[in-house]
């Protein structure tokens, strides 16, 4: 099957000292079934590799003289790799995102640990994470993360002491079940 | 890790165990029972009984229903269960009262009321310890705290063994020599299993695991701790198990139950100095009506265990047991739970109203559920009172006795109508009482949060 490629040149954006990524996942995201990229940058962009490695590209990368590089990204042939959010994020064997909030509630007053958790999840966004450190395992918190569809992991630390909790934000359809 | 849902049942637990306790108060006001007749007699029984199984256990089991799993980390075995043990446990309770009324004459149908209640309330510690035995099971290894609890449970199942058996040989089922000689002198056992191992050292546990939450304080668990459980597990089995021996075996009880004592002292005393420590290491400096009404009942233990130190020495133990019992039961037990109670009905009926709707709308704090100042003087008055008819009872003073038993009902009446008015939200300030979607709560049943 021969592969046509779209070709995206960042190296105005990389010399006027701006960042080439986003254009780079944007031209991605609007390839068709078979297309390629041809990427044409200043350096040999390696950490694309492995991100557009994860998506089902294999690359091939020349250097085209001037300290430019060219980089021909063709579909694999192997399935897409699953992060993506094809997959339901409900399996809990996938990395979780970094936390976006982190609270630490080891001095306060059961239930107010509870109370700051809750109240944060409800402004938080689907996907993200809350990280939270306590005193004690939250017993009478995980019915209620459970019942407003939040998935959450859980562990005391190497100390023995704190409790570190992750909450990751579930989407009205997880509540629903 | 599914966490711990609210026990449908625990509010009914406590509001008849809160019934039984104002019954056995006005009882003791109204002259029935010790003093007024001999601390063996039918009357007191039914006294005693009322205070220790309707008040008392169905004060603990509904407590343990529901914090066990939050003990030990680990959802409750069953949530079918609890109603009918409650069932039974009450159900049991009145027959076992006929049955004492029967005993002394003041009952004349010859309706094998022993014989039943033995039945039905073996059926309902039976389900109880099965429920929490199965719990416990499944959560091993258990923490220090949880291992008081399972030492107090086995006493339960101790005391009730016993109990069945007086109840078999004075209901006329049975007429074994062994059973007929654990039943003439194995009364001790019976409350040392019951007031010593179920009650107290079940209460032990759950104190150091409710003191150390509500004080902020480090969760205790050293050499010190341990030596007060294993101190403590020996004095029961040595008490229990070498007593029905010796009973069985004609050996010498009072030296199983000197050693047993002193064994018993030693885990007081463990004991105490661990709550001394939660106390001094906490990190919440004002600390809540609740824990500073625990430390009033711990006094109250103390004061006792002195007090069978000096009798004991003085030689005059035997005379004052009633009095000693009376300030464990009324001073230390019945003061912890009712402090606790404050606490946990608040909690409870906080997390069964707000629990749902935390976050989406502004909620008030447990503490607003609850007016301190004006509970705390139904709780000076309790003490008061009940430590003056520990007074009246070592100085023989009947009549004082009794104004004083009437005092502790009045108490009790004012700080059941404060746990009323928490349970109702009536203190709540109306813009936060009823959010959309939050429900004013029954008052004995709790609607469980599905997840």
Redesign the interface.
Known sequence: MTTTFVEVDVRPILRAGGEPFEKIMQAVDALGPGEGLRLLATFKPTPLFRVLGSRGFDHQAKEVGGGDWEVLFSPSGAPADKVEPAKPAATDDQPWPEASQHLDNRDLDPPEPMVRILTATETMAPGEVLSALLCREPMFLFPELAKRGHAWRGGFEADGTTYKVLIRIGTAAEAGK | ?????LTRWTMAYFGLALVALVLAELLMAFGFGYPAVPAEAAETLVLVHVVAIGWLSLLLCGALFQFV??LV?HKLYSDTLPLPVLVSLVSGLVLLIVGFLQMGGRLASAWPAFPAAAVLLSLGFGLALWNLGRTLWAARPLSLAARFVVVGLCSLGATVALGVIFALVLGGVTGHAHLIELTASGLPLHVIAGLGGWLTFSAMGVSYRLLA??M?A??LGGPRTRAALYSGAAALAVAIAGGVAAICLEGSLTLILSVAGLLGLGCCGLYGADIVHLYRAR??RAIELNSRMASWALASLAVAVAAIIVLLGAGVFTRYVPAVVFLIGFGWLSGLGLAKLYKIVA?LT??ECY??V???TP?P??QDLAVQTRAVKWFALYFLAVWCATAALFVDAPLAFRICAGVMALASIGIIAELVRIRRLVDVKTALRLPPGVRLPRLLHCSV???
Request: glycine share 10%.
């Open positions: 890790m599914p966490g711990v849902t799993p939050v980390t939450m509500f902020l480090p969760e990190m919440r909690f906080w997390l629990g749902p935390l976050g989406k909620t704090r447990v949060q599905h997840a």
